[in-house]
T-cell receptor, first 116, second 112 residues
């Protein structure tokens, strides 16, 4: 149990376009989902925390108008990178938590974004 | 905020030997400490976790120890195998949001 999927697994886009990444909890309801960004050979950097039905909470330095997060249901959160630029190229990973007193976060397989 | 330091950054061991990775945290309110294994190009996979009311936890070849007083916790892998080669991350969390603060990662290489 506790499977999290992401789609797409990799995407290449032109500079200026928008890209949407989906994160789904397949076998449990996720009250909270998290979005991370990871550069090569570096650790995971938390971008934002989203709770179902409410606005996401962004970490300091993360532009909320550039990285739009929607957590419309207990099994789906989306991250949209708007007007993508080459510096947005990265590995984006989501995680999901059941909620309540459950601390465990289950991670998706990640999405490799390359902006040309 | 919380700061998690992880050492070493790289670790090479011979197959069958043990590997130990250590982390320290700064916020004494942190009470949940997971360890994740990440293979190249994949998302992190939870391998073991420990809560602050427990000092040690084992799962087959993997164990984690926690010293709350010193604010450090360690991952122990015994009888290492080549498939254990990966990047390992420690993390700490607290509070209702349960946001994780990650360490910088350890590249473990098990030599056959």
């Amino acid at each position: 149990g506790a499977v999290v999927s992401q789609h797409p697994s990799r995407v290449i886009c032109k500079s200026g376009t928008s890209v949407k990444i989906e994160c789904r909890s397949l076998d449990f309801q996720a009250t909270t989902m998290f979005w991370y960004r990871q550069f090569p050979k570096q650790s995971l950097m938390l971008m934002a925390t989203s709770n179902e039905g409410s606005k996401a909470t962004y970490e300091q330095g993360v532009e909320k108008d550039k990285f739009l997060i929607n957590h419309a249901s207990l099994t789906l959160s989306t991250l949209t990178v708007t007007s993508a630029h080459p510096e947005d190229s990265s590995f984006y990973i989501c995680s999901a938590r059941r909620g309540g007193r459950q601390e465990t976060q289950y991670f998706g397989p990640g999405t490799r974004l390359l902006v040309l | 905020g919380e700061n998690v330091e992880q050492h070493p950054s790289t670790l090479s061991v011979q197959e069958g030997d043990s590997a130990v990775i250590k982390c320290t945290y700064s916020d004494s309110a942190s009470n949940y400490f997971p360890w994740y294994k990440q293979e190249l190009g994949k998302g992190p996979q939870l391998i073991i976790d420990i809560r602050s009311n427990v000092g040690e936890k084992k799962d087959q070849r993997i164990a984690v120890t926690l010293n709350k007083t010193a604010k450090h916790f360690s991952l122990h892998i015994t009888e290492t195998q080549p498939e254990d080669s990966a990047v390992y991350f420690c993390a700490a969390s607290k509070g209702s949001a349960r946001q994780l603060t990650f360490g910088s990662g350890t590249q473990l290489t098990v030599l056959p």
